[in-house]
């Protein structure tokens, strides 16, 4: 099974690359960009079979190392089952 994990700050929380990010694309002249915030997307490959089980694996995952629950937010997407 094929999976996606999305990793993103919180609303509130500053967000120092993805202003930088911001910077370099205006001083690129890349026009009509109004704000950026940065991410992390994680792809995974599971063994679960069960659709279920496998996002309580991932939600696991995210809660004990992916994701800073202080600051992040996250989102677990199943993508496939093979």
Known sequence: MKARVTVTLKNGILDPQGKAIEGALKSLEVEGIESVRQGKIFDI??????????????????????????????????????
């Open 45 to 82: 490959e599971l063994a679960a079979a069960d659709r279920g089980a496998a996002e309580a694996l991932l939600r696991r995952a995210c809660e004990k190392l992916l994701a800073n629950q202080v600051v992040e937010n996250f989102h677990v997407e199943i993508l496939a089952a093979q």
